[in-house]
Structure formats: C-alpha cells, structure tokens
C-alpha cells in the first residue's frame, strides 16, 4: 500500500478499519520527506521523533477504542502557529530559536483529535508575502515546477500537501495567505471567517485580518480539518461564540437553484487568458449541475489592494513593535537603548522592514486620517459590497489567483508587481466573508490553477459543498507532481 498516495480522509478510514497504524503512515511521510524535500524545502523544522512518538500514541489510543476525528494522520503547521516544543520562528531571524512552552490553540485542538504533527512549515518572514520567497531561511520551491514559486505566504504548507508530504496543514491568510498558495499548488485551500477559528497563539502579523485557515488534497480533506479547528475560544477576544456544523456532513453535492455570482472586477485587465478560461469551465460544470450564474459587481474591490496595503502594515508596525531587543526576541546590545534597538531590529528581512515603514508613517501625526483612516473608510464600502452582492446570490465565484507560479525572482525587486499578486484575494479578508480555493485545471505549462469561491459569513459548509460539487466532476485532486527523489528511501510502505 502506497500510504503517501492515499488523502487525509482515504488514510483515516484505512486507520479505522485496522489497514494500517498510524506509525506506518507517519514513518511513510517522514521517509517521503527525506526523500524529495531537500529540493522543495517545504519544511523549516522536521519533528520526526515527536511525530513518531505522537504515532505510537495514536495507535495505542486507538487500542483502546478511541475514535478521534484525525487519529494518526500526520498533518503540518505553518511556522508562525505556536507548538510547544518545537521552535517557531514566523521565518525570520529575529525569532530564530524561540521554543514555544505553549500550543497555539488551533495546534492543542488537532492533538486533541489525534493527529500527528510532522513539523513546522516554511512562510514568508511573519506572513508578509506572496510567494515564500521572503523566508529569512530559504525559499521553498512549487512542486509542480521547482523553478517557480508556491504562492505565499503559507507556502510551505502548500507545497507539502501538493508533494505528498503531509496529509494536511494548518497555514493563516491576512491578504489569500492560504487561498493563492492552495491555487498556485494545486490543492483545497479554505480561509474561514474571521474569527471562526481562534488566533490564540498564532504570531500576530495583522490583528484584525489574520486567521487561521487550512489546506487538503480534497475538499473533504479541509472540511475534516476544519471541523476540528473551528469553535469558540474564551481566550481569544475575536473568536465567535457560533455553533460549528458538521462540514463533511454539508457535502452533499446538490447545488440545484445555487446563484453563483461572477463580479466583472474580477475579469479585468491583468488576468491570465488561460486561468479566466477555466474558471469559465468550472462554471460552466456548476451550471451542468443545477447552479446559475449572475453577472454581479464588487465596485470598491479595485481600491481593496491600495486600502489592504495600509491597515496591514499599520497593524504591523504595532504588532511588531515589541521586538524591540528589551521585551521579545534576541537582544543585539549596542553603546546605549537606541543602538541596541537598531541592532536588533536590523534583524528584520527587507520586506518587513518596509511594511513597518509604510505603516508607520500611515500612523504618524499628520497622515492617520489621510491614510490610515481613509482605508477603514474604503474597508466598509467593500464590506457592504459583498453583503449586497448576497441578497442576490448564494456564493461568488472567480479566479483565485490572477496567473499561475511565477518564476522564482521573477518579482522581488519589484514589490508593486509582487503585491498584485493577491489582488483577487484581499477583498475577502477586508470584508465579513469565507471563501476557498480549489483546482480547476492546468495551464499549457502544466501549472495548477485555481478556483476562488466566496460566502456570507460562516457559511463555510456552503461554499465547501459547492467546490466537493465540482470536485466530483474533475479528476484534477488526482493528479500529483513528479518530484525527484534525493533520498533513500521507499514511500510505499507495506502494512500488514
């Protein structure tokens, strides 16, 4: 039995009905790993010990006749999500070697449930990027071509699901943090509503736009894991006090009388020929199955990329602020507190330097109101965009990601181009709305593309019918990478 082959839900149903052991699975994925990531480098910290340590746990858990959601699957976390033990650095150096004594909560419900975690995964230094290129570590590279990007900034965690590397991980999306990666590597990326998942424990890069969202092979792969992530948090002021349904229950795939709706913002200049092709296909396939498509409008979304470019970064520089070489972080002394403090937060990559800038200086006496106080203005427009958008239809639809991967250094000297790359995404995030990412086909480069699909607050279990829907008509979760294998090794591990 190829276990690496098998998807998150395929591997617990196997560990249900005695096929395998949860030691298998996770000696089967670390092997894999050992084997292709040296040239993906998905991950920035492998926790093999622990996880097989967490494995032979699983399986004595299930001896004794427990039946957790994901007990024994082997998942991966974005290395800005607190686990205890492991060091967690956001991708940068400023955090290199901090040890956690405390699980993020998102982490504590996943044990709780059983799964295994593997490690933490590469990001773009403290979440700021698109394209995992801004690691203060290394670059991770796109599976499907290792001379592209993965999306960002929760690439790593993309392209470890797209490899086969990991069942399932946990990534976060301010701006399509987890949607454009999901796009760019071929698989289920969903970024619920904000607060539907609690932060508590997630190292803060934007406070009022971060949230915590989860990457799958399949759509019932995310539903399953965000069936045991979701729910009130007493200890995180933002987390919503609202029932969870069952998700994989939702998935039914009847979209019968669904309304679809295609903003025309979202077919404009900018957008690859061949990605509006088959976001058209996927519609066309909904509409095969009982759906109907409505031409809407979003019209503040073309001014959500500028407003997003200036509360993120103001949130930045307060949220970052702290690294200040007295309170968080290492300590670089210098002749006196100024010195010190330059030498400390020199430590900071080049991007993250200059959203501080940017956000500092749309705070400062002078600018807030002009600045920083006319995004929160443009903020509500949107969001009262996207609230009358739905009292006409049910969910939106659109492009995930405007082109395919781009080449690695293909646009880090040019930070506007970069930026662009989530302009199909930050809409959502300045809004109330959930919204996933789901394959809907490749382009002549063989490069995934990705279909973007949006909601009404907490109306995750719709928009994840509508996409297992679709799913069912495509075999596009199907297909893997052809990786290289640099290691020794066998993925294909027998079980008794």
């Given at each position: 039995m190829n276990l690496t082959a098998l998807t998150l839900t395929q591997?617990?149903?196997?560990?249900?009905?005695?096929?395998t052991t949860s030691v298998a699975a996770t000696e089967a994925a670390i092997d894999r790993i050992t084997r292709v990531d040296n040239e993906i480098r998905s991950f920035l910290t492998l926790a093999d010990e622990i996880a097989l340590e967490q494995a032979a746990a699983a399986d004595r858990r299930r001896a004794q006749g427990d039946d957790s959601p994901l007990l024994g699957v082997p998942v991966a976390i974005k290395d800005i999500i607190c686990n205890e033990g492991i060091e967690t650095t956001a991708g940068s150096r400023i955090l290199e070697g901090f040890v956690p004594p405390y699980d993020a909560f998102v982490v504590k419900r996943l044990k709780q449930a059983g799964a295994v975690i593997l490690g933490q995964t590469n990001l773009d230094e403290f979440a700021m990027g698109s394209s995992t290129e801004n690691s203060a570590f290394f670059p991770t590279r796109n599976p499907w071509d290792l001379q592209r990007v993965p999306g960002g900034s929760s690439g790593g965690s993309a392209a470890a699901v797209a490899a086969r590397l990991a069942y399932g991980a946990l990534g976060t999306d301010t701006g399509g943090s987890v949607r454009q990666p999901a796009a760019l590597c071929g698989v289920v990326g969903i970024r619920p509503t904000y607060g539907r998942v609690s932060r508590r424990g997630v190292i803060a890069y934007a406070s009022s736009l971060d949230q915590v969202g989860v990457f799958g092979r399949t759509v019932a792969d995310a539903a399953a894991m965000l069936q045991v992530i979701a729910g009130h948090d007493p200890l995180d002021s933002t987390s919503l006090a609202a029932p969870v349904p069952d998700y994989e229950a939702a998935l039914t795939g009847?979209?019968?009388g669904l309304r679809l709706g295609v903003p025309r913002e979202y077919f404009g200049d900018g957008i690859d020929g061949e990605v509006a092709a088959a976001v058209e296909d996927a519609l066309a396939r909904l509409v095969e199955l009982g759906a109907t498509v409505?031409?809407?409008?979003?019209?503040?979304a073309p001014y959500a990329l500028p407003a997003y470019y200036l509360i993120a970064p103001a949130e930045a520089s307060a949220n970052l602020a702290r690294y200040d070489g007295v309170r968080f972080g290492p300590r670089l002394m210098g002749d006196d507190v100024t010195a010190t403090l330059k030498k400390t937060r020199a430590l900071f990559g080049e991007e993250v330097k200059r959203r501080i800038m940017m956000g500092t200086y749309a705070l400062s006496a002078g600018y807030y109101e002009a600045y920083y106080g006319r995004a929160l203005k443009v903020r509500?427009?949107?969001?009262?965009?996207?609230?009358?958008a739905f009292e006409h239809?049910?969910?939106?639809a659109a492009p995930t990601s405007p082109t395919t991967a781009f080449r690695l250094g293909e646009r880090t000297a040019d930070p506007l181009t970069m930026y662009l790359s989530d302009v199909l995404t930050v809409p959502v995030n300045l809004s109330a709305a959930c919204a996933l990412s789901i394959p809907c086909g490749f382009d002549s480069q063989g490069l995934p593309i990705g279909l973007?699909?949006?909601?009404?607050?907490l109306q995750e279990g719709l928009i994840l019918n509508v996409a297992h829907a679709y799913e069912q008509t495509t075999d596009w979760h199907e297909r893997a990478p052809d990786l290289p294998d640099t290691g020794g090794g066998d993925d294909s591990t027998e079980t008794e």
């Open positions: 591997l617990r149903d196997a560990l249900r009905a005695g096929d009847k979209v019968v409505h031409e809407i409008s979003l019209p503040h509500t427009l949107i969001q009262q965009d996207f609230q009358r239809v049910d969910v939106i973007q699909l949006i909601a009404n607050t």
